[in-house]
């Protein structure tokens, strides 16, 4: 599964902390988008998609929430409660995100603008898309 925690260097004295983060260094890609999921209602589980293209970074700067990932073979639960912690996710993997605690902040780096054809949003869609591209990877 092609998603990988990345720690951040954290820049701290007396004051506090501060994490820098900077296209192409910390993050693996260049930066064309920035948003963030907050208030999040009790219970909630939101996400339910996949990207075609798209590349992220997921990373919890208040509070804490779980991330449940799915590349259609392997399935994996992260949890982000770290402001200096990013989880990268690559295109192509199921992801849905839930547990979020009642002050947290989901802040997502994205390599592209939004764009509603990038996204599979029906499961058994994602699926059948992730077998079709592993078949034509092991093609190649
Ligand atoms: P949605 O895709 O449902 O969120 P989740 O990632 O939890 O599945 O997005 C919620 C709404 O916000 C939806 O109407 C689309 C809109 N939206 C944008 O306009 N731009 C964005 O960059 C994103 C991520 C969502």
Request: glycine residues 6%.
């Amino acid at each position: 599964m092609n998603i990988k925690i990345i720690n951040f260097q954290q820049h701290g004295d007396e004051r506090g902390m501060l994490v820098a983060l900077e296209e192409a260094k910390e993050i693996p890609f260049n930066i064309r988008r920035v948003y963030y999921i907050y208030g999040t209602a009790p219970n909630v589980r939101r996400g339910y998609h996949a990207h075609k293209k798209l590349e992220q970074i997921l990373i919890c700067i208040s509070g804490s929430c779980t991330i449940y990932l799915d590349d259609g073979n392997i399935t994996k639960e992260i949890i982000l409660q770290e402001p200096y912690e990013g989880l990268y996710i690559s295109n192509g993997i199921w992801r849905e995100m839930y547990d979020f605690s009642e002050n947290a902040v989901l802040l997502v780096l994205a390599s592209e603008l939004y764009d509603e054809s990038d996204y599979i949003r029906d499961y058994q869609e994602y699926i059948a898309y992730s077998r079709q591209n592993n078949y034509m990877e092991k093609e190649k």
